[in-house]
């Protein structure tokens, strides 16, 4: 633990956690900790927060099994709030969801993009793209080809992923650099789509990218 840091705990001696996947970015949940409550999160690596409601420690995953490997703790500028980095080990919320944070308040305000500023692009589209996906598969809107995918099952989503691998082929043979980016784009969304069919989450393909680079 880092000397030169201080923890701020408010009066009842609790402290803000926020917790984030460090393979995706995305904000699993919110809970509060206590000096012990850290203490065992430093020593063991694993979630330790304390209940509010029942006024005791808790481990993250000690009755579900979903537990939260820690991987770096921050704290904010002015020592009053902390930020867990973890590798969550099945889904955050009790629910089941992946995240607390599945349930939207409001949508569609306007985008740095459509203000005219530029919108960095980067990895965290394909999680963004694969919520897309499960919402999809919940509600099953008319008309959506997400939908219409998932209901035709995964013989048709295999025989979709073959007809895309094909077209990113063409395209590189071809050497047309533009249209092999966007050929890549329908792979890679139509291996989101068999992911979702199968039950299955992208960090499962993280998890085995990282043991193979280790």
């Known amino acids: 633990m880092n000397p030169n840091v201080t923890v701020k705990y408010d009066q009842a001696g609790l402290v803000p956690a926020v917790v984030q996947d460090v393979r995706t970015g995305e904000i699993l949940m919110v809970a509060y900790m206590n000096a012990e409550s850290l203490g065992r999160t430093l020593e063991t690596g694993q979630a330790w927060f304390y ?32 930020l867990l980095g973890v590798e ?28 005219g500023a530029a919108v960095a692009a980067g990895p965290a589209i394909l999680e963004e793209i694969f919520r897309v996906i499960q919402e999809r598969a919940r509600a099953r809107p008319e008309g959506s080809y997400t939908s219409k995918l998932l209901e035709e099952g995964l013989d048709k989503i295999a025989k979709k992923i073959g007809e895309e691998a094909a077209e990113v082929i063409i ?14 784009a329908d792979l890679w969304f139509h291996t989101l789509v068999l992911l979702a069919a199968s039950g299955m989450e992208p960090g499962q393909v993280w998890e085995e990218l990282q043991r193979r680079r280790r």
Request: aromatic share 8%.
């Open 51 to 82: 209940s509010r409601t029942r006024q005791e420690l808790w481990q993250k995953g000690a009755t579900s099994g979903n537990f939260l490997h820690v991987r770096w703790i921050r704290v904010d500028c002015d020592g009053d709030a902390l």
């Open 171 to 184: 395209a590189a043979k071809n050497g047309e650099v533009s249209r092999i980016a966007a050929e890549i």
């Open 88 to 115: 969550p080990q099945g889904p955050a919320c009790h629910t089941g969801e992946r995240s607390c944070f599945f349930r939207t308040l409001k949508d569609g305000f306007p985008s740095l993009s459509e203000e």
